[in-house]
């Protein structure tokens, strides 16, 4: 679980966690009543989240509380309509930078802009807009059990930050279909284009001639534009080609797990210099 620490009596901070952790704690500290975020905050760190996850646009939770069953609870945001994600997908699809980081599992820090520009917020304004519901007895919203999950949230977002488009009706996995058959549309668009200004054809004898030099087809003197460069995570590393490490059985895993979170770390590097 993430440590929450308080910055103050009144707010609650983060460090070194990524941007979209970071904001939605700092959602929660524009929260007026801090006494009873304080009382979740600390149902969250003793443990009484027993489980935790999203179905559709909904993230469900089981909270147990001071009665012998559980407490279950739902908490979800307006999700976005089917003709707003085309909009915000079409503007995405034109920055390849987007797919990049996207298809890399990272969360564009420009991307809150990209909604923005089509009269849509990714993240809630203020915690009104968050709606919640929990089996509790407490008229009061949000109650105790409420507010210790949207602490666990900010571990959720941290492990998976697509879980937002999630809650806003979208999944990750539909998001980057959408961008592949856009860019593929493009390209394919591209292509007839080339070819219906490349090739002639001849009435006379019915044949088609190519008016590409074929001498200097590969060759390419303009730069490349780095925001062509789709840049994805290798499924195969250099530790699963090489296999087993040849040492005794006791040492063979720490070494391989230590080797791991190295070749992790420079891969992770490596990406996010090659994205600039």
Known sequence: MTAYASASSSAYALEDEAWWVQRWVELLNTYRFKKRLE?????AREGHILSLEYKGSKVT????????E???????LDAFSDEDWNYVIDSLSEQAIYSAQLLAGEMPAEIEA????????????NLS????KCSCPDPKNPCKHIAAVYYQLGDFFREDPFVLFQLRGRSRDSILDALRQRRQSTATSTEVLTTDTELAIQPESGKVTSQVDLQHFWAYAEPLDSELVVITP???????????????????????????EIYQTVAQQAMMQALG
Do not use: C
């Open 70 to 76: 559980p407490y279950k609870l739902s908490i979800w």
């Open 129 to 132: 807009e968050v709606h919640s």
């Open 61 to 68: 939770a089981l909270v147990q509380g001071t009665a012998e």
């Open 39 to 43: 009382r979740g905050r600390i149902y």
């Open 234 to 260: 290798a499924e195969t590393t250099v530790l699963d080609v090489l296999g087993k490490i040849p040492l005794p059985p006791e040492d063979a895993p720490a070494v391989m797990g230590h080797l791991k």
């Open 114 to 125: 990209v909604f923005t520009a089509n009269g849509l917020s990714l993240y809630p304004f």
